[in-house]
């Protein structure tokens, strides 16, 4: 089947922030790695800390070599948001007939951590290279083994309950059943149901006949019965069980190395499995401390910069506040100079007053108030009589309406007093109105 096309690809990443750039990387992918796809739609991806977010997820199977045969690893991608700025995150996802084995770059749970996904960047990491280094480095750290038959021994880092893959549908991720096929000597059984693979390696317990005692090394193996498959006859190169198992080459044992399948252990392979289970114990102490380290990192970073958001606000906020009140400061300055300044003038008039007042009290109590106000010269002096005739003329001839209003005088009395102030009146403004011509004074 010919991989989706871009258009394809980046319909399905609806919500992502970087559509294009994550769409390319996709198609490059999968054009790579014709066993992965992606999913139809985005699924529900729940974080450690509760948080879910829709993501696209890449599933399928990458080869990897091991030993010079190729296993078929079944591995999930899940694509942040922010692919390709950030790192996606990456399980190993493995079938009912396969158990994780824990190395320095898979916990218990099928989380793969990579130095390349620590150190992601933009513009020099991509999806293709991640899965090549994969391959690369799972060569070397097989991530899953076979499941052992009924009465061996479990291996050491097997976990039946596997809870740590993303959720699907609002649980945890669960291998989806497989097709149970009878033994065939035709061919060996590798990842589910693929004729011809070589097999995973399984855990390397010695299998011991339940039946039939002893079996020496070079001893031809019993055919089991037609139709006695998962009888008495477990001894077999089949498991004895009705589910397909892995034949017991090569058989990887409790510690991640192959070895033969003979009942008896030198003390070189004692020592050699110590060591080697000194070893897992020691990277999975490791593995584990970097990840506590690596998350106790993230929450500090995060709090710091959440702290440092929240003091950069407040230094904001603070100097904002600072330049209103070096404003207002300057202002209530320039006020204070103000009134400095109109205090002193107050005092200068207040003592002009007091000058003038002294010098009317020192004068007789007779005041002659025409003597007092005065012009400058002759010419003020007539301007002003004749603005107070003026003045004395609408007063009379207000007077007067009164009287008649009140029936005092009579209307013949009235109109003729009345003309003869009006002329009078008229002279005097316009005598005014010359003589503030004269002395150069507005007109009005």
Same mark, same amino acid.
Not at 166 to 194: C, K
Not at 237 to 243: M, Q
Not at 407 to 429: C, N, T, W, Y
């Given at each position: 089947?010919?991989?989706p096309s871009a258009a394809e690809i980046k319909s399905k990443l609806k919500g992502y922030r970087y559509g294009d750039l994550a769409s390319r990387d996709v198609n490059a992918l999968l054009t790579n790695f014709s066993d992965l796809k992606a999913?139809?739609?985005?699924?529900?991806?729940?974080?450690?800390?509760?948080?879910?977010?829709?993501?696209?997820?890449?599933?399928?199977?990458?080869?990897?070599? *091991?030993?010079?045969?190729?296993?078929?690893?079944?591995?999930? #991608?899940?694509?942040?948001?922010?692919?390709?700025?950030?790192?996606?995150?990456?399980?190993?996802?493995?079938?009912?007939?396969?158990?994780?084995?824990?190395?320095?770059?898979?916990?218990?749970?099928?989380?793969?951590?990579?130095?390349?996904?620590?150190?992601?960047?933009?513009?020099?990491?991509?999806?293709?290279?991640?899965?090549?280094? +994969?391959?690369?480095?799972?060569? /070397?750290?097989?991530?899953?083994?076979?499941?052992?038959?009924?009465?061996?021994?479990?291996?050491?880092?097997?976990?039946?309950?596997?809870?740590?893959?993303?959720?699907?549908?609002?649980?945890?991720?669960?291998?989806?059943?497989?097709?149970?096929?009878?033994?065939?000597?035709?061919?060996?059984?590798?990842?589910?149901?693929?004729?011809?693979?070589?097999?995973?390696?399984?855990?390397?317990?010695?299998?011991?006949?339940?039946?039939?005692?002893?079996?020496?090394?070079?001893?031809?193996?019993?055919?089991?019965?037609?139709?006695?498959?998962?009888?008495?006859?477990?001894?077999?190169?089949?498991?004895?069980?009705?589910? #397909?198992?892995?034949?017991?080459?090569?058989?990887?044992?409790?510690?991640?190395?192959?070895?033969?399948?003979?009942?008896?252990?030198?003390?070189e392979d004692e020592r050699r499995h110590f060591e080697d289970q000194e070893k897992v114990k020691r990277d999975s102490l490791v593995s584990a401390v970097e990840d506590k380290i690596r998350r106790q990192l993230a929450q500090t970073l995060e709090t710091s910069?959440?702290?440092?958001?929240?003091?950069?606000?407040?230094?904001?906020?603070?100097?904002?506040?600072?330049?209103?009140?070096?404003?207002?400061?300057?202002? +209530?300055?320039?006020?204070?100079?103000?009134?400095?300044?109109?205090?002193?003038?107050?005092?200068?008039?207040?003592?002009?007053?007091?000058?003038?007042?002294?010098?009317?009290?020192?004068?007789?109590?007779?005041?002659?108030? /025409?003597?007092?106000?005065?012009?400058?010269?002759?010419?003020?002096?007539?301007?002003?009589?004749?603005?107070?005739?003026?003045?004395?003329?609408?007063?009379?001839?207000?007077?007067?309406?009164?009287?008649?209003?009140?029936? #005092?005088?009579?209307?013949?009395?009235?109109?003729?007093? *009345?003309?003869?102030?009006?002329?009078?009146?008229?002279?005097?403004?316009?005598?005014?109105?010359?003589?503030?011509?004269?002395?150069?004074?507005?007109?009005?």
């Open positions: 089947m010919p991989p999913t139809d739609k985005l699924q529900p991806y729940v974080h450690h800390n509760g948080a879910s977010e829709q993501l696209l997820e890449i599933t399928g199977t990458i080869p990897v070599i *091991v030993k010079g045969m190729t296993y078929n690893i079944p591995i999930g #991608i899940w694509l942040t948001l922010d692919h390709p700025q950030k790192s996606p995150t990456v399980f190993v996802k493995p079938t009912h007939d396969m158990c994780i084995q824990q190395t320095s770059f898979v916990d218990q749970n099928g989380k793969v951590y990579l130095p390349f996904l620590a150190e992601w960047k933009q513009n020099s990491s991509d999806l293709s290279s991640l899965v090549q280094i +994969m391959c690369a480095t799972f060569a /070397d750290k097989c991530p899953v083994y076979a499941k052992p038959p009924p009465g061996q021994l479990p291996h050491p880092h097997s976990h039946p309950q596997l809870s740590g893959y993303p959720p699907v549908g609002g649980g945890y991720y669960r291998p989806p059943p497989q097709t149970v096929f009878p033994p065939n000597p035709g061919y060996a059984s590798g990842y589910p149901g693929a004729y011809g693979q070589p097999p995973y390696p399984t855990s390397s317990m010695p299998t011991y006949p339940p039946q039939g005692g002893y079996r020496p090394p070079g001893m031809p193996v019993p055919t089991p019965p037609a139709g006695n498959v998962g009888g008495s006859y477990n001894y077999g190169p089949y498991p004895p069980t009705a589910s #397909i198992g892995p034949p017991p080459f090569p058989a990887a044992n409790l510690y991640g190395t192959v070895q033969s399948s003979g009942p008896r252990v030198s003390e910069q959440d702290e440092m958001e929240t003091l950069m606000k407040t230094q904001d906020t603070l100097k904002e506040g600072s330049r209103k009140l070096n404003s207002m400061l300057e202002e +209530m300055e320039q006020k204070q100079r103000e009134a400095d300044a109109a205090i002193e003038l107050l005092r200068t008039k207040n003592g002009e007053l007091e000058s003038i007042l002294s010098v009317l009290k020192a004068q007789p109590d007779q005041l002659n108030v /025409d003597d007092v106000v005065t012009g400058t010269n002759k010419l003020y002096n007539q301007i002003l009589e004749l603005y107070a005739e003026e003045n004395a003329i609408d007063d009379t001839i207000y007077y007067l309406g009164e009287s008649l209003r009140k029936g #005092i005088i009579p209307l013949d009395v009235f109109l003729k007093h *009345v003309r003869e102030l009006s002329r009078q009146q008229f002279m005097a403004r316009a005598t005014i109105m010359k003589a503030r011509s004269v002395a150069k004074l507005p007109i009005h």
